[in-house]
């Protein structure tokens, strides 16, 4: 368990932050209500073969709403789009989602919340925010951990970084599963001035003066840990591959989604990383809002070449997987993590069909 400043210090009076946290808040209270329904963790299929719940859209149309009217000269990439809520099941979760939004809102919910499901996969500007509803659905299905996921994006960069971690209790051993009928913790950081986390209540729509600063305690067991994905595959196979490289002394600590990021901010974990995936490039909103939290906690932020995020659009196609770590083995296991995908570039390489030259002259 981290050991955490003594002292509480408020966040900095800063309208990003604000703005973020109330959205998430939002978020989280149209999942509240979302999570009475028995049916709550019931999945549609997207497209692309991953899940989508009543949960995720409720979610991201509570937060875009705050958002449309908070700060209205900025647009949101979401996750969730108009293909989340294709057919006749999609047309049935979005109906309940709709109604939990309307519902824990009030008089602030939209007319017709369905409309911050438009897809907008080119953010416009310099300044835009980035939400993952719900990442880690197969958690919330599975009630494990999952998180509630809002960044601000400017200038390439995550500026400020908020998760909801509805199953991370307060004064609990981090890895143990919370019942999310609670608030959890909120975790928020902006860029330059630190993280805070807090446990929210009924009514709080903002953060609180007395929520407690992060800081990643000195690592003193012989034993680093590092996050791995409750599901498995070639990915966290890799992964392991890395870190057995390092001659590190290691253990892993398997969980679901952007909660990882909350671990190495607290010091429960050292080390997070994405190897790169065969389809394609990570996606913003699965690693900004995280990013910043472990970042302003004190962990080294990039991608497995040393290389800062560059969050210029939907996809992290400028960086090659990402890390998330321990100042002290940053070093080894970029290097490590450099070396090791270089080699498994080069192994699969197409060979060339031209005929070998035989050096003589026709």
Known sequence: ?????????????????????????????ALRVILRNPRAREPVIKPDGSPVTAGDLAV????????????????????????????????EILARAVAAVRESMGSDAPSDPSIFLANHPKPEGST???????????????ARHYALCLALIENERATVGVLSCPTLVMGKNLLYIGSDEQYGTVYAALKGHGAWKFQPATGVTQLPNSAVRLHRP??????????????????????????????????????????????VAEGVADCFMRVPASYGAEKVWDHAPGAVVAEEAGARISDLAG???????DSLDQNVGTLACDGEIYPVICATASTHLARATKSVEPKSTEPKSTGLQG
């Open 1 to 29: 368990m981290a050991i955490l400043a003594c002292m509480n210090q408020s966040p900095p009076s800063d309208i990003r932050l604000a703005v973020a946290v109330e959205a998430i808040l939002a978020g989280l209270g």
């Open 60 to 91: 991201q149309m509570a937060v875009c709403s705050v958002l449309a009217k908070r700060t209205p000269q900025w647009m949101v990439v979401g996750e969730e789009g108009e293909a989340s809520v294709l057919g006749d099941a999609g047309a």
């Open 128 to 142: 835009w925010w980035t939400v993952d509803p719900i990442d880690g659905t197969k958690g919330f299905r599975s």
């Open 218 to 263: 000195k690592h003193a067991a012989p034993t680093w840990r590092v996050c791995d994905s409750i599901e498995g595959g070639s990915r966290a196979e890799r992964m392991r591959g890395i870190m057995s490289a390092t001659g590190l002394t290691w253990n892993s600590v398997s969980l679901d989604s952007q909660c990882k990021y909350a671990l």
């Open 307 to 313: 290389k800062p995020l560059v969050f210029a659009g």
